[in-house]
């Protein structure tokens, strides 16, 4: 019998390279691995003359290099990998740079991604040794392409030393890719770096840490000085720490499998607060050495994360895996599911996380051979049963947890808004908020039998206090089972404290009622005293003293706008978040600039009346007050010190009302503010008894008037000639229209402009 050898056609080189490895993306992604692999602490990515007739790209590293033996015995021997034969532990490079790096990769393919990225391969490297070699290799990949015939090993790839090098560096390694497959332009650069930034593991405890990357386009450096954002610009380092920036403003929790397989940790925390941490059995013998990391996002998450990365998280993506620092794939793409996380939220979409919800990595160390990737390498890992366990273990023992405490204690940490109208419905809850219901799910995990260590909040005296039902006794009759079982010193002191606690409190019952009761009448004797008596004239100036709940009241009210502020932005970018309509956007913006004039109104008006005039509802002559505003307040203010107010009221009309004096103030600085914009020098108000049922103000200015192209327009919401919002004079009318009266401009008027006030007499309503 004689022995035969299979022949290896010169096709086997598309099998490998370009049919195998389909993404550019993911071709780049290999050689940056294999710099990683070769101890370079910094690989650069060039790309050069994309826009011209010879396109290359060069991936620069300054790892150990080569010499002509591991090019001819590692490099060129297809499918080897000494990282996967552990031949390079034998190598004491690795000892003397006193690395802890695990190779990402141990295919032995990742070569040939070359293939994937370009028709040729100039192959430029130096070993970090004495006396070392510029060795070069040149591949021209094309000869390797229809001659299906020939043999793989009998076509050459060829050899030379050369003398001298045009790079600065000592030793590493050179790929100068040339006769491109695809087309870089900017949107491509930009996708790159933006996959790269999720390329490697931000919380990585190995030598990835000290690993950098870096994109140089040149062609790209001038349109990237036009960006302020570095997601938006091509050149730079590549840098990921989006995990880290959400950590205290979201639901966290960290799960992870011991080294060596025994037990698993869990850390659940809610906005920097600790909930709880767990040491139990692990049950699933085919995992180890594994961490998941998982945010739940809430609304607030969601801002952070636009303003922090500049992009929505549904586009940046879900749930990553890292498998000894780098990515991968598909893990974590937007499109992707492979963890059945959108599956199962669609049998209750209010009652599971789903992948827009979430933002978390799974992390794999060591050499965990069973849960390992595809050959195509973005096709995730190989369906083992170690991966089923993987997928088990990810949705009871991290996402479920999590959903738990989201779904059913916090109710999902959000204020529940309404759109219409930016009310709170329901405030978001804290921590402190549902500690009984925390205690509740603490007392279930005491229960269980795996459950090997647990630590929590022991302060239930407080909550004892504040919460005496039903639920209380069922947590002390959980504590106190448990640690008669288990004989826990720590956890029987704990039950007998609790016991005390609970029988002294209940019988002091009735005297913590009393003191509720007399707390809440001081409260109201309080609220009696803050009350004012508000005079006939609320502009008198003698009545202005240095009362400190005068002051209490400014800043009461002027802390309630600028929260509202802050909840319209929310909403604001919520909004913008979930694609709400423009109408309901331009509305958020409208309530965040009257939220800011009243500010503005406060501060000046403060200086002139008792506050709490200002800020309530009043029913007084609103002829009287708009005279008193005017020269009491507006002709004192340094920003209309040049310009000539004059207010005149022949008739002697007068009109009581209902009305709130912040509004009318908001609505005459806007008019002030507009004839001023109009380089105005003097602005008449003139009052005038019309008939039985109206009564008018003419606002007249001498400025540059307002053309008849737009006269019909400057009512409408957001339209403006100038640099300005656009919303003062939609407010304006909103505002007359709410005294159900209203607003028109003389189209006739020639000397400057003319604005109408129309106040209806017999239909004055509150507002």
Known sequence: MNAENFKVSAALKDIIGKELITDEFVAVFELVKNSFDAFASKVEIHFQSIYGSNPRILIVDNGKGMDYSDLKDKWLFVAYSAKRL??????????????????????????????RLGKTLNLLTIKDSSNPRIENLFVDWKSFENVDNKEFIKIDVQHRVLDSLNYEIEHGTILEINELRDTWDREKLLHLKRSLVKLINPNQENDSSNFSIEIIANEELEEDLKKESDWEKVNGPI??????????????????????????????????????????????????NISVYLFQLNRKAKIAFHKVMGLRSIDYGSVFMYKNGFRIYPFGDPSEDILLI??????????????????????????????????SRDGGLVKTDAWFDLVDFFSKYVLLRLENYVVNIIKWGDERIDKDTGEIINPELWPYDVKMQILELISGFINSKNILEIQYDKDFLNIIERKQDKSVDKIIKNVSKVAAQ??????????????????????DAKVDRVRAELAERNVLDINEKLKYTIGQNSFLKDSVGADTIELQSLLHHTEKATYWIERHIENLFIGI?????????????????????????????????????FVKE???????????????????????????????????????????????????????????KAKSKNIHFEWIDVNDEDLQLRVRDDGIGISSKIINQIFDFRFTTTKGSGIGLYNVKEIMSQLNGRIEVNPNYKIGAEFILTFNKKNAIRL
């Open 618 to 676: 009043i029913e007084e002559d609103i002829v009287s007050f708009v005279n008193e505003y005017i020269s009491n307040v507006c002709q004192a203010y340094e920003d209309y010190e040049n310009i000539n107010i004059i207010t005149t009221n022949k008739n002697k009309a007068s009109l009581r009302t209902h009305f709130s004096p912040v509004d009318i103030t908001i609505l005459f600085d806007n008019l002030l503010n507009n004839a001023k």
């Open 486 to 507: 288990t004989g826990n010193k720590d956890l029987i002191r704990e039950a007998r404290k609790i016991e005390s606690a609970v029988k002294q409190v209940r019988s």
């Open 239 to 288: 840098e990921n720490k989006v995990f880290e920036t959400l950590e205290i403003k979201t639901t966290n929790i960290y799960v992870q499998i011991s080294e060596n397989g025994d037990y698993i940790e869990t850390t659940m925390q809610d906005r920097g607060d600790l909930i709880y941490y767990l040491k139990e059995k692990n049950p699933f013998n085919s995992l180890k």
């Open 86 to 115: 552990k031949k390079e532990l034998e190598d004491n490079y690795r000892d003397r740079i006193k690395s802890n790096r695990i190779f990402a990769g141990a295919k032995g393919v990742g070569r040939f991604s070359c293939d």
């Open 342 to 375: 959108d599956r199962r939220k669609q049998q209750g979409y209010s009652r599971f996380l789903g992948t827009r919800d979430l933002i978390g990595r799974i992390e794999i160390f060591g050499d965990n051979n069973e849960l390992r990737e595809t050959s």
């Open 577 to 613: 978040e979930e694609g709400w309509s423009k109408d309901n956007l331009f509305d958020l913006l409208n309530k965040i600039s009257l939220e800011n004039q009243k500010i503005f109104s406060f501060t000046k008006y403060h200086k002139s009346t008792k506050f709490n005039t």
